[in-house]
């Protein structure tokens, strides 16, 4: 394994043009671009989870870490075939009917592609079945849900009874967010996480998957 530790510390200052030349360099060299992937690009991201969940990273930092991170991907992409691009695991994320609100929702779907999850983005105003049938269609470990209404809220337990009764809620986990949710309704509603924020999202995804 590789040292990548200039790498990540260019993912840190959000510097892309350093990431993508360290990252070009590296392939040139040699590096696994499987190894650079996981050791390189997933850990510096993770770092900027931990950062931004302890407050010391804010939202630009952020989008500048995963924006170098995005760069230097398009870089490896094409030296790695899907089947050997690493994963943590799947997720279908969401805003519920009804709520149009995505900043929020974009974010956690971005820090978790960062850190190597495979995302499946539905948008906002998510009919219940259309949750449903994503997880048919896309074989997901995790189900995330997102409202910034609170009229909008109880339509999260409605898409959790849906996956119920369509025999698909043991299958996935099912995480919800967004303002005014809290964990304490996540555990009224029957979910089986809650996350205040993008770092804390990977944080729990990654638990829940060891689960
Ligand atoms: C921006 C905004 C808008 C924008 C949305 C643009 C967009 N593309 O998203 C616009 C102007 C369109 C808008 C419209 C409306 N809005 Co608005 N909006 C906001 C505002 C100011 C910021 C929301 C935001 O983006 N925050 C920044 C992001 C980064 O934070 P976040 O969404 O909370 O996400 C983080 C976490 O919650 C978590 N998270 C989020 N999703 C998920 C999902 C999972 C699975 C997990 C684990 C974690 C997670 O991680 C995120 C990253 O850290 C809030 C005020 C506020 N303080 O929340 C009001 C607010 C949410 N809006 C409000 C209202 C009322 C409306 C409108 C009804 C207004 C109107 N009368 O038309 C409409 C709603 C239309 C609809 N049907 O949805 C109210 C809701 C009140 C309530 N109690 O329900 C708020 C609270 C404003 C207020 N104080 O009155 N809004």
Redesign the pocket.
Known sequence: MSDYSNLIQAILEGNYVRCVELTNEALDEGASPQDMVSSGLQAGMLIVGDKFSAGDFF?PDMLLAARAVTRAMEAIRPRLSDSEMPTLGRVV?GTVS????????N??AMFLRGVGFEVFDLGTGVPVARFVTAVKEHNPDIV???A?????MPDMQHVIAALDSAALLSQVKV???????TQRFADQIGAD??????GA?IS?CRKLLEE
């Not at 910034?148 to 909008?152: D, N």
């Not at 995480?175 to 949710?181: K, T």
């Not at 996480?193 to 993008?198: H, K, L, Q, R, V």
């Open positions: 939202i994320i009804g709520d149009i609100h995505d900043i929020g929702k974010l956690v995330g849900m997102s910034l209404l609170t009229t909008t995480i919800v967010g967004g303002a005014p949710v996480g809650y996350a205040p924020d993008g999202t729990l």
